[in-house]
């Protein structure tokens, strides 16, 4: 393409008008980006007040489309409305009227950070500003989740941290906890530059990590990226039933008359490491199971009843438990 140029403003610097996106992700980035860390970049807010600003002076816009500001921005500059993006993908456009222009847009904020880390390549800082060599760019993903699988005591990303493992599932945690924090917080950043949007964590909630608090700071941090956190904790129940207080697991089982009553106790415990709620006992029998509650903290146990009349012929049941994981993580 012909060359394309924006140029440095009065104090040798790059104007970028920016989207303030939550915890400023967007000026870290850009920064990264285009200036040095930024010695070379003036930022202005994408506010109304910079729109009398941004006509005239060479300028890089970034922003996501559908937002109002970056619309009338964009319309002010004399910019045609682009066709829309969907979630993760981005254009790099560069436009020449009054001024030169570089619009940088993202269909959410994913797409957005996607966009300012792309120019890598393709962009060089010079003393007149910044030359750009990738005419206009539009990138969409083809699958609409990329994820990555972990668990939590094998993902390290900061290799300072004792007690690192690289092999296994379900072992213990045996790094400092601020470590939990810390590795996925910088594999967040990874993907990000990779344009993975998920990562699901084996061994999500941990108090020797950190526990709910530290969820909450790792959800935070990468739903400020556009990744989504897939928290994974184990959830199992067993379950062991009796009839008339006899385990009969293999046949032929108690023997007891016609006519005479049943009683039947299923003992159900919480296995796993997530509390248990909604729970609900089953019968193949069609009996009614009464239990004393419908949640189970984690190795917790509570025994439930049903009752019967004896009928002729062997008796063969299948029993089922079911619930769902309390929702701690909605609270994150």
């Known amino acids: 393409m012909q060359e394309f140029a924006i140029g440095n403003n009065s104090q040798g610097k790059i104007n970028i008008l920016v989207e303030d996106l939550p915890s400023r992700v967007a000026h870290l980035y850009l920064q990264k980006a285009y200036g040095e860390n930024g010695e070379r970049i003036t930022f202005y807010p994408l506010t109304a007040s910079s729109l009398a600003f941004a006509k005239g002076e060479d300028v890089i816009v970034s922003g996501r489309q559908g937002n109002p500001l970056f619309e009338t921005t964009l319309s002010h500059l004399g910019v045609e409305k682009e066709p829309p993006l969907s979630e993760g993908a981005y254009r790099i456009k560069p436009v020449s009227n009054e001024s030169n222009k570089l619009i940088v847009t993202g269909g959410d904020v994913a797409g957005l950070l996607y966009a300012i880390a792309h120019p890598e390549g393709v962009t060089e800082l010079t003393q007149e500003g910044l030359r750009y060599t990738g005419g206009d760019i539009f990138e969409s993903p083809a699958f609409p989740y990329r994820i990555y699988w972990t668990w939590d005591h094998s993902t390290n990303w900061n290799l300072d941290y004792t007690g690192q493992l690289d092999w296994g599932c379900n072992n213990e945690y045996c790094k400092p906890p601020?470590?939990?924090?810390?590795?996925?917080?910088?594999?967040?950043?990874?993907?990000?530059?990779?344009?993975?949007?998920?990562?699901?964590?084996?061994?999500?909630?941990?108090?020797?990590?950190?526990?709910?608090?530290?969820?909450?700071?790792?959800?935070?941090?990468?739903?400020?990226?556009?990744?989504?956190?897939?928290?994974?904790?184990?959830?199992?129940?067993?379950?062991?039933?009796?009839?008339?207080?006899?385990?009969?697991?293999?046949?032929?089982?108690?023997?007891?008359?016609?006519?005479?009553?049943?009683?039947?106790?299923?003992?159900?415990?919480?296995?796993?490491?997530?509390?248990?709620?909604?729970?609900?006992?089953?019968?193949?029998?069609?009996?009614?199971?009464?239990?004393?509650?419908?949640?189970?903290?984690?190795?917790?146990?509570?025994?439930?009843?049903?009752?019967?009349?004896a009928i002729e012929g062997e008796y063969v049941t299948r029993q089922r438990q079911q619930g769902s994981l309390m929702d701690t993580l909605s609270r994150i």
Not at 181 to 202: E, P, Q, T
């Open 178 to 309: 601020e470590a939990f924090v810390d590795d996925y917080k910088r594999l967040v950043d990874h993907m990000v530059r990779s344009r993975a949007n998920g990562v699901l964590i084996w061994g999500f909630l941990r108090d020797n990590h950190g526990g709910v608090s530290a969820g909450q700071e790792i959800c935070r941090y990468a739903k400020d990226r556009g990744v989504k956190i897939l928290p994974s904790v184990a959830a199992s129940v067993d379950m062991e039933k009796s009839t008339n207080e006899e385990d009969a697991d293999e046949p032929p089982g108690p023997t007891i008359w016609v006519g005479d009553p049943v009683n039947w106790k299923y003992e159900v415990k919480n296995t796993g490491d997530a509390t248990l709620t909604n729970i609900e006992v089953i019968d193949s029998k069609r009996v009614t199971v009464a239990c004393p509650k419908d949640t189970l903290e984690p190795g917790e146990t509570m025994i439930c009843t049903a009752e019967g009349i």
